[in-house]
């Protein structure tokens, strides 16, 4: 029985210990932390769960092409299907306040009637936004595996991806300037990462309003602790604080991994679900990094990262004003030189609360230099800790100004910055996604293989930009497929 050894245990390398096992093959997973899960671990404060992964999948729905995937993984059961509430945003900005509806024919109208003279404009927004929450997932497998039609099934496929190339070409703004009315304009610029394309905030937005798309009412915490569950009910090795230092490369080939704490592990094949750059500044070495990330990291106007400073909160008692779809209101800057407005989203929701309480999640989203700013003050652990807290109690003054309601009532329970993603996952600058869509840009993936060795495999969201669970597994998937295909085994999910 062929061994395969995996480095990160976060959703996408759980997914692809889960899948080789499925596939007769050995798997043992080494995860640097002392609990897996990655993005979605959970922990606990003060009698809260807290959990920072995404509380909204796309394609995982009952008709959705990911599906299968889940139910295979176990990640869902087959019977989960809770409803998504109807409205996915609501905008508050100078007292005028928008709810973005899922149904499309609604938000139309909603749009219309708060600005009349976008009337043909909005048409052409929500046709495009449904047109981006219907495009299929290449998930059946990887394209170097297709027969001759599967790839040509695949390029029509992408023709219909095509249509949102005119919106890779321009900045979220740019698109925006279209619309007269503010709210729709702050619609398009927050739904997407900062300095995106107007494609990456279509297809952010496109996708949360998808109706084939799956509402995790306790979050990514809930479904990575299935994932971890299966894999060690099918027998599955995983080593939790056992951080992998380097690969063992020996001519082609990859013979293991050189554990932190001096021990070795062998293998047949290696799968590499840590951070990409983890992977090749440290355990393999720039040289197998490939021509796709190469261009990636080296292109930050075309591809940048964003990420967040989120803030947890705990809230006694009821009513709120928040509710369990995010909420976003501008706000006058945290920085105190600051000039332009800052823009917080916030919600509320009981899982993970205790009886009678709610559970308050915030999150200010950062562009790549503000990014770079908290890395650089983590270096100072007093300076930063002190920023961390003023940062907090800055939120939660904003919050109580937009909703008095919360005055009194509000108790930090923790904050994570960019520095706290790296340090979880050695995410690249802090970065909670993959790879955004810049402007100039156009849809790429990378083929998931680290150029030059014959059984290294990679997996992960950052390989399918903008990232996300969805591309995740669908990493995860691809890799097991290859070694299947090497190994002579008919995948099966």
């Not at 997973?29 to 920072?52: D, F, H, M, T």
């Amino acid at each position: 029985m062929a061994k395969v050894l995996i480095a990160g245990g976060g959703p996408a390398g759980l997914a692809a210990g889960i899948l080789a096992m499925k596939n007769g093959l050995e798997a043992e997973i080494y995860e640097k932390n002392a609990g897996p899960g990655g993005l979605c671990a959970q922990w606990s404060r003060r009698g809260y769960v807290l959990s920072a992964g995404p509380h909204w999948l796309p394609a995982a729905g009952p008709d959705g092409a990911l599906r299968p995937l889940l139910l295979a993984l176990d990640a869902v059961d087959p019977e989960f299907a809770p409803a998504p509430p109807p409205v996915a945003l609501t905008l508050r900005q100078g007292g005028v306040s928008l709810e973005v509806y899922r149904d499309l024919s609604l938000l139309e109208g909603e749009l219309t009637e708060i600005s009349p003279q976008d009337g043909p404009e909005i048409l052409a927004l929500t046709r495009i936004l449904d047109r981006a929450g219907r495009l299929p997932l290449p998930i059946e497998k990887p394209p170097d595996l297709m027969m001759a039609w599967q790839r040509a099934r695949l390029n029509v496929q992408a023709s219909a991806a095509g249509r949102l190339l005119p919106y890779y070409r321009i900045s979220a703004l740019e698109y925006s300037r279209n619309f007269h009315h503010p709210l729709i304009r702050t619609l398009l610029l927050r739904a997407g990462p900062p300095q995106g394309s107007a494609a990456a905030s279509i297809l952010a937005l496109g996708r949360l309003l998808s109706p084939t798309g799956c509402y995790l009412p306790q979050g990514g915490g809930d479904l990575a602790r299935r994932l971890v569950q299966k894999f060690q009910s099918l027998g599955g090795a995983l080593r939790t604080g056992c951080g992998v230092e380097r690969a063992l490369i020996s001519g082609a080939s990859v013979r293991g991994f050189l554990l932190r704490n001096g021990k070795t592990a062998l293998g047949d094949y290696i799968v590499l679900a840590c951070d990409p750059w983890v992977s090749f500044d440290r355990l393999l070495g720039r040289g197998y990094m490939g021509p796709a990330f190469g261009d990636w990291y080296s292109s930050p106007e075309s591809r940048p990262v964003s990420s967040h400073f989120s803030c947890f909160f705990g809230l006694e008692g009821d009513p709120s004003p928040l509710c369990e779809t995010p909420a976003g209101f501008e706000c006058r800057p945290l920085d105190p030189q600051g000039q332009d407005p800052d823009w917080l989203w916030a919600q509320a929701d009981r899982q993970g609360a205790p009886a009678g309480c709610r559970l308050i999640r915030c999150s200010l989203a950062l562009d790549e230099a503000q990014s770079g700013l908290w890395l650089a003050l983590a270096q100072n652990k007093e300076r930063y800790g002190v920023e961390k807290h003023r940062c907090a109690m800055e939120i939660q003054r904003r919050l109580t100004e937009e909703f008095p309601q919360l005055a009194g009532r509000l108790r930090l329970l923790n904050s994570l910055t960019p520095a706290s993603y790296h340090r979880m996952t050695g995410a690249y600058k802090g970065s909670f996604l993959g790879f955004q869509a810049g402007p100039g840009s156009r849809p790429e993936t990378s083929p998931g293989l680290a150029a030059g060795l014959e059984n290294c495999f990679l997996t992960g969201q950052w390989l399918h930009p903008p990232g996300g669970l969805s591309a995740a597994f669908t990493a995860a998937q691809f890799a097991v497929q290859r070694i299947c295909r090497l190994e002579r085994l008919r995948f099966q999910l």
